[in-house]
């Protein structure tokens, strides 16, 4: 009887260790998936706008958060296999939040051996000194930071400067353009910086931010908390994340379609005079498919429809 037991026992034992190697075997699988994935997202967003080039040195703008983490790691391995050569300094500016871990930068910078630079700028102290109590601090802070950025990347002789948004930022950006600026504006995945000397680069620009969160789980990267400084968020960017989020939910492959419309403008068919002479248009006796097809509607791939399975069977009767 007892031999009995200690045979269950050990096939027990037997099985779970099979399935918890197999669980194993799956996570690997998929972070390996994962790592493929960030890797081709980000190779393919530079060679479509061009983003690196032989000789550039890129300033890598780390803020401690998930998404610049992600940036400075892949594009690190993309550095290893690219065709060209060009240069990555991380950089770093400790504004002196109160609480900020300044060591913890440095440390991972320094473990990982890439050319690094910390610059320690108090501009808390002159953000707090100038907007009231209660106010929202970021538009301030970020114009100084920006300023800063320019200067460190001229010290370092820098000619571009990666920063870590993503697809859903970029998204985000849109829909805040469109509801509260009146403008079809999204964020640029390569732009000249406002003072017209460097290259402003978004090496993420295809990456969803879920798979973001999933490599910096994985690396488990030393995530610097971004709400040291006690600044309120910006209340309409979580409202259209929230937005975003619970559409994707609803439609799952919404965010990647809006994604490509970013992609795919049309200008004729918008209302810009600016990218499109309307005053000008004659007819021209040439059939275009894109012309304008006067009642049709437009027609689109027709959604995933629900599963029938559970569904009562049923009976189709011909009249
Ligand atoms: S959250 Fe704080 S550190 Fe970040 S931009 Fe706003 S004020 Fe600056």
Redesign the pocket.
Known sequence: MSAVWVEDEAAEAAEAAAANRNKELKIERETHKLEKRLCRQMGQAIMDFNMIEEGDRVMVCMSGGKDSYGMLDILLKMQQRAPINFEIVAVNLD?K?PGFPDHILPEYLAKLGVEFHIETQDTYSI?KKNIPEGK???SL??RL?RGILYNVARKLKCNKLALGHHRDDMLQTFFLNMFFGGKLKGMPPKLTSDNGEFVVIRPLAYVAEKDLIRWAAHRQFPIIP????G?QTNLQRVQIGNMLRDWEKQYPGRAETMFTALQNVVPSHLMDHSKHDFKAIRPTGVEDENGDKAFDEEEFPAPALPSLSGLPSVQVVTL
Do not use: A, E, F, G
């Open positions: 504004q939040q953000v929202t601090m970021c802070c970020s930071r971004c709400s040291l400084c600044s």
